[in-house]
């Protein structure tokens, strides 16, 4: 079995499992007591610290260890935006931030506040133009991924970093993706992550405050870690999680370099061994072991199903996964196509011949499932004259209103019109996403009396 998704967990890094066991019978006492027991695990804990602050670039006493990485990112978020309330309530993050940012965003909204969602680039990242045209006086704090957790695209941190310290507001940046490869640059304020997305254990997440940056903690008042992660520290798992981050960004340079060669690979050879694929993301800022891409005419959750059976583990961003019926909002923001989403990220020792054995699975298994959905094999010559036609497709799910319109597109002369009546919320992506990659014209759409008509204009 080939595990291909460490953007979600990577498995635990052998030397997070040897700290972890050696810190079990050393780490158990309560590090704020003054005897012995306390004492040593008093050590054990500001060595992590310490271990931690140079792995991120910062100072021991500006990192607080969190019980998960999204605590660290609502942590961080709430005693940001509380510290500065007097300056406002208005909050910017990017439209590709990771949910546990954008959960916090809609709470500040719901409590009053305000929030501007930074669009992004058909790449996924932001400009460092837009994002800062969306600071405002009232700005009370700002918030960039370092790295998106679905494409692997890189946020330009160093000058949005740079754009928000001359308006005065401080950037929390999310490093959960980035941060096993090297620290994050610029001048950011606040920043958070996660041990697990490195081989770390689950449960520990880190959150850093830099000096001068206002902030007050929210919740009871609790004494350990500045107070900005109440609770007894699990000092076992915060040393495993400090020597594992060491251990992987020390393998970081060349173990980047050989695992990029790789997914570079299925970039470029993914579009060839399967027909009407989109490969997304930034093809050169981006994630060094992490690759994305969409096939027309499958659906997410059959895909994923067909290569576990095959023996790889991946993800999507599909809008069709057992766990929602509603695009990716990165894949949406970007305005790339959502259906059969494949992500593939490769943990630390892949090794080439697994990468070319997923490649010799993937076409049949892309083809089975369009077989089974029915979907077109190769364009249908015109059979009418007839310059439109209607295609109804409500009560069907994605990827089925994209495969009625490529059956039909062709029943039409070129300048004729297909309008699809759809009521799945994917099909506002996926009908505009599936024009551009065959070169039709999308019209728009417009309201139907059960769901929407989308109107396409065949133009070869």
């Known amino acids: 079995m080939s595990y291909f998704d460490v953007a979600s967990s990577a498995p635990l890094h052998p030397v997070a499992r040897q700290a972890l066991q050696a810190s079990l019978d050393e780490g158990w006492a309560?590090?704020?007591?003054?005897?012995?027991?306390?004492?040593?695990?008093?050590?054990?804990?500001?060595?992590?610290?310490?271990?931690?602050?140079?792995?991120?670039?910062?100072?021991?006493?500006?990192?607080?260890?969190?019980?998960?990485?999204?605590?660290?990112?609502?942590?961080?978020?709430?005693?940001?935006?509380?510290?500065?309330?007097?300056?406002?309530?208005?909050?910017?993050?990017?439209?590709?931030?990771?949910?546990?940012?954008?959960?916090?965003?809609?709470?500040?909204?719901?409590?009053?506040?305000?929030?501007?969602?930074?669009?992004?680039?058909?790449?996924?990242?932001?400009?460092?133009?837009?994002?800062?045209?969306?600071?405002?006086?009232?700005?009370?704090?700002?918030?960039?991924?370092?790295?998106?957790?679905?494409?692997?695209?890189?946020?330009?941190?160093a000058d949005v970093a740079s754009a928000c310290r001359a308006a005065g507001v401080p950037l929390l940046v999310d490093a959960a993706q980035s941060l096993p490869w090297g620290p994050v640059g610029g001048e950011w304020s606040l920043l958070a992550a996660s041990a697990h997305k490195w081989g770390g254990p689950a449960g520990v997440g880190l959150l850093v405050v830099r000096k001068g940056v206002r902030f007050a903690p929210q919740g009871p008042a609790d004494e350990r870690e500045s107070g900005r992660a109440p609770g007894f520290e699990n000092i076992p798992a915060v040393v495993a999680a400090a020597a594992s981050l060491r251990a992987v960004q020390a393998e970081a340079a060349e173990e980047g370099a050989r695992l990029r060669e790789l997914t570079q690979r299925i970039r470029a050879r993914v579009p060839g061994l399967v027909p009407d694929v989109e490969v997304v993301g930034d093809p050169e800022r981006?994630?060094?072991?992490?690759?994305?891409?969409?096939?027309?005419?499958?659906?997410?959750?059959?895909?994923?199903?067909?290569?576990?059976?095959?023996?790889?583990?991946?993800?999507?961003?599909?809008?069709?996964?057992?766990?929602?019926?509603?695009?990716?909002h990165v894949l949406k923001a970007m305005g790339v196509l959502s259906e059969g989403n494949v992500r593939v990220s490769l943990p630390r020792g892949t090794q080439e011949a697994d990468v070319e054995r997923f490649l010799e699975v993937l076409p049949g298994v892309v083809a089975g499932v369009r077989e089974q959905l029915g979907a077109p094999v190769t364009p249908v010559a015109p059979r009418a004259e007839s310059g439109s036609l209607v295609v109804d497709a409500l009560g069907k799910r994605c990827p089925l209103p994209v495969i009625e319109l490529a059956k039909v597109i062709g029943d039409v002369p070129v300048g004729g019109t297909v309008t699809v009546l759809a009521d799945d919320e994917a099909a506002r992506l996926d009908i505009p996403a599936w024009c551009e990659m065959r070169g039709q014209e999308y019209v728009g759409e417009e309201p139907a009396d059960h769901g929407v008509a989308y109107v396409v204009r065949r133009s070869s």
């Open 286 to 328: 981006r994630l060094p072991h992490l690759v994305t891409f969409s096939c027309l005419y499958v659906d997410g959750e059959t895909v994923l199903h067909e290569l576990d059976r095959a023996g790889f583990s991946v993800s999507s961003g599909s809008s069709c996964t057992s766990s929602t019926l509603t695009p990716s």
């Open 30 to 157: 309560d590090p704020a007591r003054l005897y012995r027991e306390g004492r040593r695990a008093r050590l054990l804990l500001d060595a992590a610290r310490e271990a931690a602050a140079e792995a991120v670039g910062c100072r021991p006493d500006e990192l607080s260890f969190a019980p998960s990485g999204t605590r660290a990112v609502h942590s961080g978020m709430a005693g940001a935006l509380a510290g500065r309330r007097r300056v406002g309530r208005h909050l910017v993050v990017s439209a590709v931030e990771h949910s546990s940012v954008l959960h916090a965003a809609a709470a500040l909204e719901a409590d009053g506040g305000s929030v501007t969602e930074i669009p992004v680039e058909r790449s996924g990242a932001v400009s460092t133009a837009a994002y800062t045209a969306g600071l405002r006086p009232d700005t009370a704090l700002a918030c960039l991924q370092s790295a998106n957790h679905e494409v692997g695209t890189e946020q330009p941190v």
